[in-house]
T-cell receptor
């Protein structure tokens, strides 16, 4: 059973960088035809897709965040990471990592982490 | 960006009721549509992918259909554990987008 666990500071000051890591267990991050993705959800709002990374390190980002976001993967540690710079209070949200199952005919988020609350405040 | 809408935004149901939620995409997305259930303080849980395929382990009282721009999620006989918020998500085009959610609560 694949499990994902987010980790990182729960409190970030405005204008600084939010850094989160997702650790994958129960399977190799490099095996299978999967992508790895970040999603965030402000309190009381719908989820927002942040971006994704392939096992070869190719990325795709939400254009609304692209200038501030970097997603990377470390296959040796079975982890992938999110960095978001120049954060403001609007970036306060629960951040989830998830696995993307994909092929020519399907694309869906099947396993999710439990989420971690990142609060931007001085 | 593809905009996703859902209706209703909320509904009240009694255990055993049949519940139907609709989701509409602002442009055709073929069958690249997922449905998620989310309970307070929990991560979204995948129920349906590819518009109508039940995820492993999800009870068969959940079903879904649709293609193109219009989709539905049906709970045939709602159970106490089904009271939650339901989101649709399109995975046809980047950026991937979610609907605003439908909250199902107890009447």
């Amino acid at each position: 059973q694949v499990q994902l666990q987010e980790s990182g500071p729960g409190l970030v000051k405005p204008s600084q960088t939010l850094s989160l890591t997702c650790t994958v267990s129960g399977g190799s991050i490099s095996s299978g035809d999967f992508y790895w993705t970040w999603i965030r959800q402000p309190a009381g709002k719908r989820p927002e897709w942040v971006g994704r990374v392939t096992i070869s390190g190719l990325t795709d980002y939400n254009p609304s965040l692209k200038s501030r976001v970097t997603i990377s993967i470390d296959t040796s540690r079975n982890q992938f990471s999110l960095k978001m710079n120049s954060v403001t209070a609007a970036d306060t949200a629960v951040y989830y990592c998830a696995r993307v199952a994909r092929s020519n005919t399907y694309y869906y988020f099947d396993y999710w982490g439990q989420g971690t609350l990142a609060t931007v405040s001085s | 960006d593809i905009q996703m809408t859902q209706s209703p935004s909320s509904l009240s149901a009694t255990v055993g009721d049949r519940v139907t939620i609709t989701c509409r995409a602002s442009q055709g997305i073929s069958n690249y549509l997922s449905w998620f259930q989310q309970k307070p303080g929990r991560a979204p849980k995948l129920l349906i992918y590819s518009a109508s395929t039940l995820q492993t382990g999800v009870p068969p009282r959940f079903s879904a259909s649709g293609s193109g721009t219009d989709f539905t999620l049906t709970i045939s006989r709602v159970q106490p554990e089904d009271f939650a918020t339901y989101y649709c998500q399109q995975t046809y085009n980047s950026p991937l987008t979610f609907g605003p959610g439908t909250k199902v609560d107890i009447k």
